[in-house]
Nanobody
Framework: QVHQVESGGGLVQAGGSLRLSCAAS?????MGWFRQAPGKERDFVVA????????YYADSVKGRFTISRNNAYNAVYLQMDALKPEDTADYYC????????????????WGQGTQVAVYS
C-alpha cells in the first residue's frame, strides 16, 4: 500500500499561481496529477516518469503548468501558473508502476485530493 499526502491547494484569483505537492510513502515509478471538476469525470492533467525525462501534459494546461519531482523525498510537484476559472477542481496525486498505464488512466494509488478554486 502506498500512501500519498497532498498539499498546496487553495483559492486564487485568475492569473495567479499555486503549487501542489505530493509525497509518497515509497519510491514510485510514474507520478502525476488528475483533476475532477464538480459534476464531471476525473481527467488527466500531467504525468512524469522516474527520471523526469518523459513528461506528458494535457493540452488544456500546456505552457501554464509545470511538473517536477524529487526522488529523494518520493515527491512530485505541480506548479500552476496563469490559472483560469476552468482550472477549478479537486486535484489528485496519482502513482503507477508504468507511465503508459497512467496515461491510460490505470492508476495504482490515488491521493486524497486537494481543492483548487480560481475566481475571476
Amino acid at each position: 500500500q502506498v500512501h500519498q499526502v497532498e498539499s498546496g491547494g487553495g483559492l486564487v484569483q485568475a492569473g495567479g499561481s499555486l503549487r501542489l505537492s505530493c509525497a509518497a510513502s515509497i519510491p514510485v515509478y510514474a507520478m502525476g496529477w488528475f483533476r475532477q471538476a464538480p459534476g464531471k469525470e476525473r481527467d488527466f492533467v500531467v504525468a512524469i516518469d522516474y527520471e523526469g525525462e518523459k513528461i506528458y501534459y494535457a493540452d488544456s494546461v500546456k505552457g501554464r503548468f509545470t511538473i517536477s519531482r524529487n526522488n529523494a523525498y518520493n515527491a512530485v510537484y505541480l506548479q500552476m501558473d496563469a490559472l483560469k476559472p476552468e482550472d477549478t477542481a479537486d486535484y489528485y496525486c496519482a502513482t503507477s508502476g508504468l507511465l503508459d498505464r497512467m496515461l491510460e488512466g490505470d492508476i495504482a494509488y490515488w491521493g486524497q485530493g486537494t481543492q483548487v478554486a480560481v475566481y475571476s
